[in-house]
């Protein structure tokens, strides 16, 4: 595709209710990375996959997260049980390579608010 | 750990007047920096960046200088334009696959 995409754009789910939000990477792009984006703040990692290994959770805030790339392409992050606490902007970027010379390209991000 | 802290917004400015957004940070080694910029309603688009020690990164007029010595980032632009208000992140790049950590963000709003 032409850019990140992101779905839905929007989500408003109960407490408790479990979510999954999508993720399509620009194709052949080998990293992809979740950042979470609390308003009025700056995005804060959450997790990196390269092609469909997961190098990097640290950034999870609990094991309510959950993400996967199992064909390399799509990711999906899911949330269990979600807490008000998780509402935020969900974004999405990748970039072709690992290199710090690559372009990184974010989506537009999935707002998800918890009631 | 490492950490990027930028100035509190909102900036407020007159169309054509001169823009500095500080930016510091805290790291290990030797990361790369960068400003992001997001236009409303938009997702966040790289605006320049710098990968070593007295680089200096430009776009559209934005400029910052990699300062080693002052371990700052400081976005600047010579004269500013409406189409420029937007929310801008400083954001440092580590490891061996660029994990970017970001400021809180500086809100710029430019009037006619």
């Known amino acids: 595709g032409a850019g990140v995409s992101q779905s839905p754009r929007y989500k408003v789910a109960k407490r408790g209710q479990d979510v999954a939000l999508r993720c399509d990477p620009i194709?052949?792009?080998?990293?992809l990375f979740w950042y979470q984006q609390a308003l009025g703040q700056g995005p804060e990692f959450l997790t990196y996959f390269q092609n469909e290994a997961q190098l990097d959770k640290s950034g999870l805030p609990s094991d309510r997260f959950f993400a996967e790339r199992p064909e390399g392409s799509v990711s999906t992050l899911k949330i269990q049980r979600t807490q008000q606490e998780d509402s935020a902007v969900y974004l999405c970027?990748?970039?072709?390579?690992?290199?710090?010379?690559?372009?990184?390209?974010f989506g537009s991000g999935t707002q998800l608010s918890v009631l | 750990g490492n950490s990027v802290t930028q100035m509190e917004g909102p900036v407020t400015l007159s169309e054509e007047a001169f823009l500095t957004i500080n930016c510091t940070y805290t790291?290990?080694?030797?990361?790369?920096l960068f400003w992001y910029v997001q236009y409303p309603g938009e997702g966040l688009q790289l605006l320049l960046k710098?990968?070593?020690?007295?680089d200096k990164g430009s776009n559209k007029g934005f400029e910052a200088t990699y300062r080693k010595e002052t371990t700052s980032f400081h976005l600047e632009k010579g004269s500013v334009q409406v189409s420029d208000s937007a929310v801008y992140f400083c954001?440092?790049?580590?490891?061996?696959?660029?994990?970017?950590?970001f400021g809180a963000g500086t809100r710029l709003a430019v009037h006619p």
């Open positions: 790291a290990t080694g030797y990361p790369s």
């Open positions: 954001a440092l790049g580590s490891g061996g696959y660029n994990k970017l950590i």
């Open positions: 194709s052949g792009h080998v990293s």
């Open positions: 970027a990748s970039s072709l390579s690992p290199l710090s010379r690559e372009k990184l390209f």
């Open positions: 710098a990968t070593k020690a007295d």
